[in-house]
């Protein structure tokens, strides 16, 4: 299994919970399809800076899980048909796990 950051922007008009029941939702959906929810981080309604879909803020949330790589389709296509979802996007969470601290100074000779 592979782990998998997931944001979603979602529509403020059509979620009167401030998305609880989709993180709920989707977590139900990462279960069912074997993988694990590691996290889940609710980011709150931002401004866009343009309009998507004539809307002019949403409702910003991150998930971070594990699932296998071809199950990974079946999210993408299950939200894209989801009238409450705005914009999604999955990537790898590939974050070093030593990362050196400050500035690196490189010598050019």
Do not use: C, H, W
């Amino acid at each position: 299994m592979k782990k998998y950051e997931a944001v979603f922007i979602l529509d403020i008009r059509k979620t009167d919970d401030e998305g609880a029941a989709f993180t709920r939702e989707f977590g139900e959906l990462i279960g069912a399809l074997g993988g694990t929810l590691e996290s889940t981080t609710p980011m709150g309604r931002r401004q866009f800076t343009y309009e998507i879909n004539k809307r002019k803020a949403g409702i910003y949330f991150d998930f971070v899980f594990e699932l296998e790589p071809a199950k990974v389709i079946a999210i993408k296509e299950k939200y894209k048909l989801d009238e409450r979802v705005l914009r999604n996007l999955i990537l790898l969470y590939d974050r070093p796990v030593t990362a050196p601290e400050g500035p690196v100074a490189l010598n050019i000779e």
